[in-house]
């Protein structure tokens, strides 16, 4: 008995302390949140932020087309024979009127030689006949001969001249087609392929024909818009020129160009009308079947207020922004942003030009948070 009244109070000493102790603990803990909820309206949040400012904005539709020749010629052979001779390489650039092809010659050469024979034999035929007519006629009022034999003579004279007017068209034919035989380039392109080599036997009728040339200056640039944006584009061709920009693959400086076509009808199927556009393409770096970026300018907006688009963020009450204050403080402000533009956004209504808006950090804001810019995000 006296060894259990002497270690009871030891016991019950450590008890208490380890209760003093677990009370101290969440004493701490319920001051410490305590502490944390009443201190984070005043905790500094770091933020990237930007100024709102006043500038022109273009109006513009952005699409992916493709691009065309301005002109595609299947070059064909319209005699037939052998090809003797190819002036050019593929993929050279001809101009118009240049020799591309040479067939043989010989035998259209021998064709005109026999027109012109038969034309010289008709035309002396054709002579001797008006001479006969002339010298009958005399004849046929003192009545040494009779008026049918005058008739049959005036009437072969006739005919001997429509054999002429055909000789002279069989020697026009024989001469071209002794022309064809040097084909010539209709304009100044770009060759393709070669589709016939030097020995072989071309057609007229060959459909395949000799080789392409397309037209590369200019060229065409064809696109689809939806048809939501047919109204627009239309008002704005009724104002003027269409201004187009051509951004090729490879990037770099645009190409500039005009709407030149608007599709008569909206397809049906995707809801999408077609359109073309022209550019010069001097420099021949657009080329046909290329797939290129195009930029479609319809209109200026002058004097828009221009935020960077991360700016802009979406919450249960629609888009809003949070615009630094004077006091380094942050506030709520429910906006209506209008079209973008190379990562910028319009603010339609809701900022003012000369504000400062959050834009990166807004996960740990809420209204009236302090905030230290950290960052200065390029005004647009």
């Given at each position: ?37 009443g201190g984070k309206g005043a905790e500094t949040v770091p933020v990237s932020a930007a100024a ?130 040097a084909i010539r380039s209709p304009l100044a392109g770009r060759a393709g392929d070669l589709l ?185």
């Amino acid at each position: 008995m006296t060894l259990f009244h002497i270690r009871f109070p030891r016991y019950r000493a450590m008890g208490m302390a380890l209760s003093l102790g677990a009370l101290g603990f969440l004493t701490l803990t319920a001051c410490s949140d305590k502490a944390d909820r009443g201190g984070k309206g005043a905790e500094t949040v770091p933020v990237s932020a930007a100024a709102a400012v006043r500038r022109d904005v273009p109006v513009q539709i952005k699409a992916v087309g493709h691009v065309e020749a301005s002109t595609t010629v299947t070059v064909k052979s319209r005699v037939d024979g052998m090809l003797e001779h190819v002036h050019i390489r593929e993929g050279s650039t001809v101009g118009e009127g240049a020799l591309l092809f040479e067939i043989d010659a010989r035998p259209y050469k021998a064709a005109l030689a026999e027109a012109e024979a038969h034309l010289d034999r008709d035309r002396a035929l054709a002579r001797k006949a008006a001479e006969d007519s002339r010298r009958y006629a005399e004849l046929v009022k003192k009545q040494y001969i009779t008026q049918e034999q005058y008739d049959a003579i005036q009437a072969s004279a006739q005919s001997l001249e429509a054999t002429v007017r055909a000789d002279e068209a069989a020697v026009d034919g024989a001469r071209l087609n002794l022309e064809f035989c040097a084909i010539r380039s209709p304009l100044a392109g770009r060759a393709g392929d070669l589709l016939v080599r030097e020995g072989n036997l071309v057609m007229a009728a060959d459909a395949r024909g000799l080789v392409v040339i397309n037209r590369l200056r200019p060229v065409f640039v064809a696109f689809s818009v939806p048809e939501q944006d047919l109204a627009r584009i239309r008002r704005a061709m009724a104002a003027g020129p269409v201004p187009v920009e051509i951004t090729p693959p490879e990037g770099g400086p645009p190409s500039a160009g005009s709407l030149k076509f608007l599709d008569n009808t909206v397809d049906p199927a995707t809801g999408s009308i077609q359109i073309k556009a022209v550019l010069p393409n001097e420099d021949e770096r657009l080329w046909p079947g290329q797939f290129v970026t195009v930029t479609l300018t319809l209109s200026t907006l002058p004097g828009a207020v221009v935020v960077p688009a991360q700016a802009v963020q979406a919450g249960q009450q629609g888009t809003f922004v949070y615009v630094v204050k004077a006091d380094r403080t942050v506030e709520f402000r429910p906006v209506k942003p209008g079209i973008g533009l190379d990562g910028f956004l319009v603010i339609e209504q809701g900022v003012a030009a000369g504000e400062t808006v959050v834009t990166n950090g807004h996960l740990r804001l809420t209204p009236g948070a302090k905030v230290a810019v950290t960052e200065e995000t390029p005004a647009p």
